[in-house]
């Protein structure tokens, strides 16, 4: 079993910057996939960015040049920075993790921190 809690979420102005950290309960070498997820009210939740094994990060087409997932394999936080921010930033922000055993995968969730972008 893997926990995930997300911190960093807030109210900014257009433009502005946050930046959100999500603290795994294992060593992020230990995890195969690492993302960060958003959900608007009223809208399916949709992938901001992730991080395979072994492979670079991949942004969605709404957030590439503005958002920086990064994250220190040695230790134990993935982090979303997030810059130029846009009212239709507005989400509740998931971190994710994908942990393979035995060829079976066990996916994980955080809480969710909230961002709130205004115009």
């Known amino acids: 079993q893997v926990q995930l809690v997300e911190s960093g979420g807030g109210l900014v102005q257009a433009g502005g910057s946050l930046g959100l950290s999500c603290v795994a309960s294992?060593?992020?070498?230990?995890?195969?996939?690492m993302g960060w997820y958003r959900q608007a009210p009223g809208k399916e939740r949709q992938l901001v960015a992730v991080i395979f094994e072994d492979d670079g990060v991949r942004y969605a087409d709404s957030v590439k040049g503005r958002f920086t997932m990064s994250g220190d394999s040695a230790g134990n936080t993935m982090y979303l920075q997030m810059n130029n921010l846009k009212p239709e930033d507005t989400a509740v922000y998931y971190c994710?993790?994908?942990?393979?055993?035995?060829?079976?995968?066990?996916?994980?969730w955080g809480q969710g921190t909230q961002v709130t972008v205004s115009s």
């Open positions: 294992v060593s992020l070498s230990r995890l195969n996939v």
């Open positions: 994710s993790a994908i942990q393979t055993i035995a060829f079976t995968n066990y996916e994980y």
